[in-house]
């Protein structure tokens, strides 16, 4: 049985593996469980919404993830879900052909269709460092854009520029929201970002015809609303004070808390540590490599990967297991906590130092601390 059974629905994912889909989906879109039955059906019964995707500075890492999962269950929902009308990966056609059926889906879904974009766009030089089909990236994007009715930003690079446009940014790169002023802009950062927030965002558009919540810089809240220290399973050994202090010594072997390494997960909004990456229960500080916090515009790419980032919760949530303080070593506990906000005015001078090196926006979470390091 697939889950066609008796709806549009034409993939051929069993149904059960469908329903486990929409059920995780839902779940990330933060929906309670039973609305799991509602977007398998919008699944099953909407017009398959045309979507055009543009490729413009970048690796194509972000259709690359997206595509080759370890497990094909997700891609295949993603494209049995849309109409992918042009995707010069992907798609068949070539030359004139594939810029042929640009223009015939611009045409018959005016308005309507949805415009994915993975890459920066140059702007330096009237973007000569960019062009597909003797186009600019900026006249694709100023032809294509106005007919959207919205614009899903994959990737940190159509995001926010990506590496192209950090330190001097020879070709002028910049993300979408730069160039689209006129125009719904959901930016699902990462490098690369998470299949299943790509999916659930549609999802979310196609089951509610709306937008999900936004935070501040245009990311989907249901998932980079908390932090990935919040939810990482190395969380006990940093509220413990057990630190990985060099790669492959007796710490990092036995797991514990990458921040001496540099994670910057205390600093990065993204739910990496929840939903993970192909199926099968990996992430970058599972095996060992801190996070490089990709998704956030000030820190990838612009702070070294050994460099710190400034903690803002020193201490874990009351919800959360006591650490083990047999083992406690010389990190933060509550009276450190205190001993150090205490202290907090002769550490001022200090604290603009650091604060220059955190991501310009607000935390969006509440509940923050006094800003505190663990101790070396
Ligand atoms: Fe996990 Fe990094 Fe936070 Fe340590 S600093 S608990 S490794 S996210």
Same mark, same amino acid.
């Given at each position: 049985m697939t889950a066609g059974d008796g709806g549009r629905f034409p993939t051929e994912l069993p149904r059960r593996e469908f329903i486990k889909l929409c059920l995780t989906a839902t779940a990330m879109m933060g929906l309670p469980l039973s609305m799991h039955g509602r977007v398998a059906s919008t699944v099953q019964s909407s017009a398959r919404p045309a979507v055009i995707w543009l490729h413009f500075q970048e690796c194509t890492g972000c259709s690359e993830s997206l595509l080759r999962s370890s497990h094909p269950s997700v891609s295949s929902l993603i494209l049995d879900l849309?109409?992918?009308?042009?995707h010069e990966t992907l798609m068949a056609g070539a030359g004139a052909q594939a810029e042929q059926t640009l223009r015939e889906s611009m045409a018959a879904n005016r308005g309507k269709y949805l415009l994915v974009i993975e890459g920066a766009i140059p702007k330096a030089q009237n973007g000569i460092f960019c062009k597909v089909g003797g186009k600019t990236a900026l006249e694709l994007i100023r032809e294509v854009a106005p007919g959207a009715a919205a614009v899903l930003c994959i990737g940190t690079c159509s995001s926010f520029g990506g590496i192209q446009s950090v330190g001097v940014n020879p070709t002028g790169a910049v993300g979408v929201k730069d160039l689209v002023t006129d125009k719904p802009i959901i930016n699902i950062p990462g490098c690369p970002p998470n299949p299943y927030n790509f999916l659930s965002t549609v999802l979310y558009y196609l089951t509610f015809k709306r937008l999900p919540e936004l935070d501040a810089m245009g990311r989907p809240k249901f998932a980079y609303g908390r932090k990935i220290h919040e939810h990482c399973e190395r969380r006990p050994h940093f509220d413990a004070g057990?630190? @990985?202090? @060099?790669?492959?010594d007796a710490g990092h072997a036995q797991g514990h808390c990458l921040y001496k390494l540099g994670c910057k997960g205390p600093a990065t909004y993204a739910n990496c540590s929840v939903q993970r990456f192909n199926d099968v229960g990996v992430w970058p500080v599972s095996i060992g490599h801190p996070c490089i916090g990709c998704t956030e515009p000030d820190i990838l790419f612009k702070l070294p990967i050994a460099e710190k980032v400034q903690i803002h919760d020193p201490t874990p949530f009351d919800s959360y297991a006591p650490a083990n303080l047999k083992e406690k070593g010389k990190g933060p506990d509550p009276v450190t906590t205190g001993v150090v906000g205490l202290a907090a005015g002769a550490l001022i001078g200090a604290g603009i130092m650091l604060a220059k090196k955190l991501p310009n926006s607000a935390p969006a979470q509440t509940g923050e601390t006094q800003h505190h390091e663990p101790a070396e």
């Open positions: 849309i109409s992918l009308d042009y057990r630190f @990985a202090q @060099a790669y492959g």
